[in-house]
């Protein structure tokens, strides 16, 4: 499968050009004085970047595998350092009554569970979100060259937010599959004191109580808020790196530093991130009811929360996934950095496209 990714990668819209070099090369003849001028010969510079600068090539799999890598490292452990909060805004949906803000339910919580009551569910969340992010991240990269080679270097131009969601979308799909078991056990460990401390006796408990229909009966719920959230974190964090650039930064990318570029991927970063909880905020207070209730389906669960239920921990969760999806991608930037992949930087409009509109000669 890699293989034939690879081959498509090379036409994709995304893919360095392919410019020229000219090399030094000292002459072979043993005729020639020493100090004799040497001749020029021409080599491809994607092929020098790839030798001196890239690990791999672009779309290859290595590139892949290394994506899938990053992705493990900046979802596990963001939304693990990120646990007490979770854990607060969760209990906040599920018993508003009880914890009725943000702070209010850190008082109660440290109050009842002492310290160590704040990392409940830090097990389940780390493999979970792993999982998570090596599909999500992984697959996303796929996904975008895939379907950028479908549209073809115009289109894929033209109709790069609808790539990126498209892209996105697919990814996260497959990236619940991953995440829904581990999310189960760690809103049954957050949300109902004394049923389990550990993914040890959560898991096996839930397997007994319900089969593996409890590890999965959230799956649907969590599509509902993972691939809005998803969509919005991709193609909003495209557009806004592609604005950065465009309105803001004051030189071109390839003008700046490895050090600024992060600082850009950061910003883009918690730009996106509030976008991305407003918009899976309702489906997030579901997934977490859902989670915690024997036998209740998605529906019953929704409208028994009504309108003003579902927005319960909104602010907690703007904090929450700002800060997430920032760190998310400057540790996923910072890994591409760190093994020498190839970043493209913003799209720029085919010259073929710049001939047909009259923009060039």
Not at 95 to 117: A, C, H, M, W
């Amino acid at each position: 499968m890699y293989s034939s990714v690879a081959h498509l990668a090379r036409a994709n819209p995304f893919h360095a050009p392919h410019l020229q070099l000219v090399q030094y090369e000292a002459d072979a003849s043993p005729s020639g004085p020493p100090g004799a001028p040497r001749r020029l010969r021409p080599r491809s510079l994607a092929a020098a970047a790839v030798e001196e600068q890239y690990s791999c090539e672009y779309g290859s799999g290595r590139f892949f595998l290394l994506c899938g890598l990053g992705g493990i490292i900046s979802c596990g452990t963001t939304h693990t350092a990120l646990v007490p909060l979770d854990l607060v805004k969760c209990r906040m949906q599920v018993d508003p009554q009880k914890y009725k803000g943000i702070f209010n339910g850190f008082s109660i919580t440290l109050r009842e569970d002492g310290v160590r009551g704040l990392a409940k569910g830090w097990a389940p969340t780390f493999i979970g979100y792993s999982m998570q992010g090596l599909c999500k991240f992984g697959f996303y990269e796929i996904f975008k060259v895939l379907y950028g080679n479908i549209l073809g270097e115009e289109n894929a131009y033209l109709w790069r937010t609808s790539l990126y969601l498209a892209a996105s979308a697919s990814a996260e799909f497959f990236a619940d599959i991953a995440l829904s078991p581990m999310e189960a056990a760690k809103v049954r460990i957050q949300t109902q004191p004394g049923y389990a401390n550990t993914l040890r006796e959560a898991a096996p408990k839930m397997f007994k109580e319900e089969g593996l229909f409890a590890f999965y009966k959230g799956v649907a719920p969590l599509w509902m808020r993972q691939i809005p959230y998803t969509m919005m974190k991709f193609a909003c964090f495209e557009r806004t790196v592609e604005a950065l650039y465009k309105y803001v930064v004051p030189k071109p990318r390839s003008e700046c530093s490895k050090g600024e570029q992060l600082v850009v991927t950061f910003v883009a970063g918690y730009i996106a991130g509030v976008f991305c909880a407003i918009v899976s905020h309702p489906a997030d207070s579901v997934v977490s009811v859902l989670n915690k209730e024997k036998g209740s389906s998605a529906s019953q669960v929704l409208q028994r929360l009504g309108f003003r239920g579902v927005w319960k921990g909104l602010f907690a969760r703007i904090i929450m996934i700002g800060t997430l999806t920032a760190l998310q991608w400057f540790i996923y930037d910072s890994v591409k950095v760190y093994f020498r992949l190839p970043r493209p930087p913003p799209p720029e409009m085919p010259e073929s496209l710049k001939k047909k509109l009259g923009l060039t000669q």
